[in-house]
């Protein structure tokens, strides 16, 4: 008898292959006199379900996440699962059953079947918080028509690369600040050239960059001494991310025995309180202009509050998840860089030698030089391959059945997608561990899927705010390049990464930082 999730999958058929397919059951079932190698053959043919994946059973999930310590390296529990149960494979945990799929062609039939509101996960964990506290959804947890009316208003003055370049002046200002703090940071190690843990420096920049356009103030974070209610911000969102890995993967009768869910909600709670604050002092300077009848001048968070199009708990929601997409993504991915770079002297000489023919001496380069500096472009690239900031992203079949291969999944399907294992595998990427950023140049030999990497995503789900994160680390990377030579710590060794829903270096990443001079300058 046909299961009621294979009845399913033929309904949004063709005609004609929902015929097809119905012949190829009819033939597994078998008909009277066929021979019984004939019978078996023909009943491999049938539809194929959830059910028919192989995958880990849930004791198996619980040795390697939890007993062998996998819950922070999800991102290689991604090979070891493609190597014992094929490129596709079914997992349970939590409150999540899902399709893993850890290949690039199953990826693209799986994104080229998504329909006009595609969805990522169900984010329920960040939507309980949201209806607890009777806030509104952002662009991450809402669905359907509505999110698709939230993008569409949270798009403009953000998506676009003309519109994002409108931003280079704010990006630069807080560069320069970064580039002052980072020469105090140097003269307080005994060496004078050192910093220690670049990657919580970047992130204080990061920080200050995205929350200057989103929020049109400043708000401390390149500060010496940070202000406290910046620095709980800060701690929060830290905290937030950290516990939304075990609140994700551990049965909901956990809330109540372990602290994961009160230190999350706690998090989140603080996140929104900042956030509103900030936004509320806007609102009132824009309303007190627009009641003097002046014109009103500003940027992404005026537009988003003059448009009239969405109302102040909307802002509130919208710029609180916002804010969590637009941090990580611009530090994680220069703190790799940085490290890259630094033990690749060739590699970074190169990139030097580009910036400085584009913008010499103390020139600041525009939006217009980058757009002249392929290398540049091609580092961070190269770096969001190796490390993608979400190793694991996911979709959620919700308008139709999923057809893969001899393989249908109905309506709700969860499909966890393995980016990590997919951007590391070297039938796509040739030596897929080697930091080799010529692989991306448009003349190169090395032509890749054009899956293979998708770091901010893809179709219209892709990451709202890519452009202005490729602003700011291609204007950051190009200055600390044009005034700085890196190194590597001495007897660092090597620095792998851990997932903590983003993935982040196991250890402090320690930078020698060397102030190039006219004179070092020329013998470059």
Known sequence: MISPASRRCFLPLSRGRGRLLLQTWNQGRGVAGAAAATGAAERDKRIKTFEDLPGPSLLTNIYWIFLRGYILHSH???FIYKKNYGPMWKSSLGQYTSVNIADVEILETLLRQEGKYPMRSDMEHWKEHRRQRDLSYGPFTEEGHRWHNLRSVLNKRMLKPAEAVLYTGVVNEVVTDFLVRLREIRKETPSGDMVNDVANHLYRFAFEGISYILFETRIGCLEKEIPTETQKFIDSIGSMLRNSVYVTVLPKWTKEVFPYWKRYIDSSDNIFAFGKKLIDQKMEKVQAQLERGEEVEGEYLTYLLSSGKLTSKEVYGSVAELLLAGVDTTSNTLSWSLYHLARNPEIQNALYQEVISVAP???IPSAEDISRMPLLKAVIKETLRMYPVVPTNSRVAVDKPIIIGDYCFPKDTLFALSHYAISRDETNFPEPNKFNPQRWFRDGQMKHHPFSSIPFGYGVRACVGRRIA?????????RIIQKF?????PLAGEIKAIARI?????KPINLQFLERTAATRQSA
Do not use: K
């Open 76 to 78: 290689e529990l991604q």
């Open 361 to 363: 001496g103390e020139s």
């Open 470 to 478: 490729e602003l700011e680390m291609h204007m950051a990377l190009s």
């Open 485 to 489: 030579e890196l190194r590597p710590e």
């Open 502 to 506: 983003v993935l982040t270096p196991q």
